[in-house]
């Protein structure tokens, strides 16, 4: 079992920053490919971002590409998602989950089903 357990979340007004980190406990973390997806209120739950198990690939969704960050430090079991010039349509609960490298790392990992372990999410609004 991997467990996850994301935070940084809250209120930015358009235009802003904000960083998430989710931490991981349990299994290996470098065994582990690591995703952000988000789900907005009356959404689907949609593609954020992957970083591969070693950290050397990533790969974005067009919504945020440019925009938003992935990256990890195993040594630390964690992984991040930093945000700037946030747009209210960014607004939803973000979820990190993982992937295990066994999966090779491809566009494949934007599909949810490919994961196995997820956290609770934090909420990330932006508005004025």
């Known amino acids: 079992q991997v467990q996850l357990v994301e935070s940084g979340g809250g209120l930015v007004q358009p235009g802003g920053s904000l960083s998430l980190s989710c931490a991981a406990s349990?299994?290996?973390?470098?065994?582990?490919?690591m995703g952000w997806f988000r789900q907005a209120p009356g959404k689907e739950r949609e593609f954020v971002a992957v970083?591969?198990?070693?950290?050397?690939?990533?790969y974005y969704a067009d919504a945020v590409e440019g925009r938003f960050t992935i990256s990890r430090d195993n040594a630390k079991n964690t992984v991040y998602l930093q945000m700037i010039n946030l747009k209210p349509e960014d607004t939803a609960v973000y979820y990190c989950?993982?992937?295990?490298?066994?999966?090779?790392?491809?566009?494949?990992?934007?599909?949810?089903?490919?994961?196995?372990?997820w956290g609770q999410g934090t909420q990330v609004t932006v508005s004025s």
């Open positions: 989950a993982a992937a295990s490298r066994v999966i090779l790392f491809s566009k494949s990992l934007a599909v949810g089903a490919r994961y196995d372990y």
């Open positions: 349990g299994r290996t973390f470098s065994n582990y490919h």
């Open positions: 970083v591969a198990w070693s950290g050397g690939n990533t």
